[in-house]
């Protein structure tokens, strides 16, 4: 009798960012359905937060908890280190009692936010490392990657790659920069984001005249952008805060959404900057509440990447801050690509009549995304089919084989 798979899911899971959380929860959905015998735990940001939320054991992902605080003191600077040395062992520990570990979905191989090489990065190549040298399948299942300007930080986002099991990736663009950086993605296939693959509400009934929906964020720009992160940031507040009030000023009521916990910040900077009881804050805490929320809007205006990926799955017509690539990709892929506005120059007037224009075709892009939801929806069986394919070989395709790059 084959004793049941051990699986490990790894990330920072459970650490605030909805997102990240929700491609857990279309993974944990699939191994439930397609593999429900096998034993599942976590080692992620926020194991509290996991194990309570979706009732699988998680432990802490790093041995210093003030991992992601400043270090400024002697002390904190020296705990940093030596978790850094820690760490290596209690990765390498936790992936050996695997048989196979899923980083699900998020954007592990991108930098279009600010990010240090020694933080994340140096995690995920811990454990595909420690994957290749214990044997243990490890699989970065529809993740987001980009060009990466830091150069120990695109190594060790190519070395993470090349030592994976399994790649797949949520748009092309992800897929083209890991091949620019020297990653054989020959056998790499690109499927929608996972959080295509979670239910959505039941479609709002007809009556009187929804909200729009503003999804904020607190945006200073990519990795690139840190000299100039606190312009770039009161460039966006300005702009997104005075398209609100355009907004109200036409007495439309506003749904302010977030997608982060560090978000809150830039609701209430508009809350107060606006100070009308037509603007309201949602209390999202999950992908399940943000679709919901969109659901019941007449349109949407987002800048996170899965604030669109709720609205687009729910079929409302959406209008992008693009940020990256990767929301200009989205749009384009769900039909949408016309409706895109840089984060980086937010132009209220223009964010006006970009969304004017979107509301006038309202009708007829509801019915081009229903199309393509069930092309998404597709693809994605298609997704989960080619994982249990790679990763469960013995369990349910004996002649399958592991997509494994000799690095």
């Known amino acids: 009798m084959r004793s049941p798979a051990r699986v ?9 960012n909805l997102g990240n959380d929700g491609s857990l929860e279309a993974v944990l959905g699939y191994l439930r359905t397609e593999h429900p015998g096998a ?14 939320r979706y009732r699988i054991p998680a432990t802490r992902l790093h041995w210093n908890r003030g991992e992601y605080r400043t270090a400024s003191r002697a002390g904190a600077v020296a705990a940093k280190g030596l978790g ?3 760490d290596v062992f ?8 695997h048989d196979v570990v899923i980083v699900p979905g998020m954007g592990v191989l991108e930098a279009t936010l600010p990010l240090r090489p020694w933080g994340f990065p140096y995690s995920l190549f811990l454990l595909c490392a420690s994957g290749r040298l214990f044997g243990t399948r490890v699989a970065l299942v529809g993740v987001g990657a980009g060009p990466i300007g830091n150069r120990p930080t695109r190594a060790l986002v190519r070395w993470s790659a090349r030592l994976a099991a399994y790649r797949s990736y949520r748009d092309t663009q992800s897929r083209d920069a890991m091949r620019e950086m020297g990653v054989d993605t020959a056998r790499d296939e690109v499927h929608p984001d996972l959080a295509f693959a979670l239910t959505a509400p039941p479609s709002a009934p007809p009556g009187p005249p929804g909200p729009v929906c503003v999804g904020v964020m607190a945006f200073h720009g990519g990795n690139d952008d840190r000299a100039r992160a ?13 398209f609100v009030r355009a907004l109200v000023q036409d007495g439309r009521p506003v ?4 997608g982060d916990a560090c978000d809150v910040a830039v609701v209430d900077a508009i809350l107060d900057a606006v100070d009308s009881p037509l603007v309201t804050a949602a209390g999202a805490a999950s992908l399940a509440d ?10 949407v205006v987002a800048t996170r990447y899965h604030n669109l990926v709720c609205a687009l799955k729910v079929g409302t017509p959406t209008l992008a801050l693009s940020y ?4 200009d990709a989205l749009m384009a892929r769900m039909g949408l690509g016309a409706y895109c506005h840089p984060a980086r120059e937010v132009d209220a007037d223009r964010l006006v009549e970009q969304f004017r224009a979107l509301e006038k075709r309202s009708a007829e892009l509801r019915q081009t995304l229903a199309e393509r939801n069930r092309l998404a929806a597709r693809q994605l069986q298609d997704q989960f089919a080619a994982l249990t394919a790679a990763l469960f070989p013995t369990n349910d395709h004996p002649h399958a084989r592991t997509r494994q790059e000799t690095p």
């Open 84 to 86: 850094k040395v820690v």
């Open 39 to 52: 034993v599942v735990d976590a080692l992620c940001g926020g194991p509290e937060v996991v194990a309570a």
């Open 90 to 97: 209690r990765t390498a520990a936790w992936v050996r009692r």
């Open 255 to 258: 749904r302010l959404l977030t």
């Open 324 to 327: 990256a690539a990767k929301s």
């Open 230 to 242: 606190e312009e770039i940031h009161r460039r966006y507040l300005d702009g997104t805060t005075r």
């Open 8 to 16: 490990g899911v790894f990330g920072l899971l459970g650490s605030g």
């Open 290 to 299: 943000l679709m919901k929320e969109t659901a019941a809007a007449d349109a």
